[in-house]
């Protein structure tokens, strides 16, 4: 192949499409437990974080309550993924072999997000929340009243263990337990004119991608790992401690989890508890299909 302007375009334009390609055809899984909150600064703060009081009949004049105030920040960070084609490659035009690599980065950039959000809920027991505490932790603080005055009580949505830690959520709000936050979505870019300094020197014609972005959290009232066993009482247990959660004040949040989320290793006992409507040679499963299934390859395995 002869090096022209043309030509380095068309091989710009076909890396280019292959990055989509494998962007395209990958279906990230992070959308799942947790919701995009974009990002317009280097951070995002969620005072918003909390609940409102609740409704009252109206009689006389508005009663004013004032809202415990949160302040929870996400610092946006960025990455980048980067491959080099040498020139002399392209001169022999043996460029074929790059499509695949390029799909891959494709494939990557679109699950990146699944390792931030992922990675953000095996830190969750050891990285604080809006509350001050742990994300999932045994003492959060409930206060009786909506403006977070008075004597708190502790609840926990976490039980310690030595087993893989299994996860119950309930995603059927606007507000999901877990947090993506985008400045930057992936953005490929080509460094391949002739002039540029990296290909005068190195020969070296560059093509990668990058992006802004974190993980949080959102309600831990939302979400509860254990790292009992997973059995059908112990999983009934962190259903009925969910579903009993309070906002300050004492308003039942009516939680519902609506996702058992797991590692690769507790696939078989999931799928034994969820998947099988008749158990023990012939009894009705009460938790047959009761939880939408979510696994993934980026959660702590023990």
């Known amino acids: 192949m002869i090096i022209t302007p043309q030509s380095i375009q068309n091989l710009q ?17 992070w959308n799942q437990v947790a919701m995009r909150v974009p990002s317009t600064g280097r951070s995002n703060t969620y005072g918003w974080l ?18 415990k105030a949160h302040a929870y920040t996400l610092v946006n ?46 830190a969750a027991n050891s990285t604080l929340c809006y509350d001050g505490q742990f994300f999932f932790d045994t003492d959060h603080p409930v206060y009786p009243n909506v403006d977070g005055t008075g004597t708190a009580v502790s609840v926990a949505n976490f039980v ?17 337990p877990f947090l993506l936050q985008e400045r930057k ?15 005068f020197t190195r020969k070296a014609f560059r093509y990668g991608v990058d992006g802004r972005w974190n993980a949080g959290y959102g309600l831990w009232q939302l979400a509860y790992a254990s790292r009992a066993p997973l059995t059908a009482a112990n999983l009934d247990a962190a259903i009925t401690a969910m579903q009993g959660i309070t906002a300050d004040g004492g308003r039942p949040m009516g939680v519902n989890p609506d996702v058992i989320l797991f590692p690769t290793t507790l696939r078989a006992q999931v799928e ?25 390859h980026y959660l702590a395995t023990t």
């Not at 004119?193 to 290909?199: G, I, K, L, T």
Request: no cysteine; net charge negative.
């Open 272 to 296: 034994g508890l969820i998947d099988r409507e008749l158990i023990n040679g012939g009894e009705g499963n009460t938790h047959y299909k009761r939880l939408r299934k979510v696994m993934s």
């Open 160 to 176: 310690a263990g030595t087993n893989p830690t299994w996860y119950l959520l309930d995603t059927s709000r606007s507000i999901k």
């Open 77 to 122: 960070k960025s990455y980048e993924s980067t491959v080099v084609v040498d020139r002399d490659e392209i001169a022999d035009d043996l460029t074929g072999t790059y499509g695949p690599i390029f799909r891959e980065m494709g494939a990557a950039a679109a699950i990146f997000p699944d390792e931030l959000v992922f990675g953000a809920v095996n």
């Open 50 to 67: 909390g609940q409102f009081p609740k409704f009252r009949e109206w009689v006389g004049d508005r009663v004013l309550k004032d809202l």
């Open 13 to 29: 334009v076909t890396f280019s499409a292959a990055f989509r390609e494998g962007f395209g055809g990958t279906q990230p899984m």
């Open 185 to 199: 979505p992936a953005d490929f870019q080509a460094m391949d004119r002739a002039d540029d300094e990296s290909v």
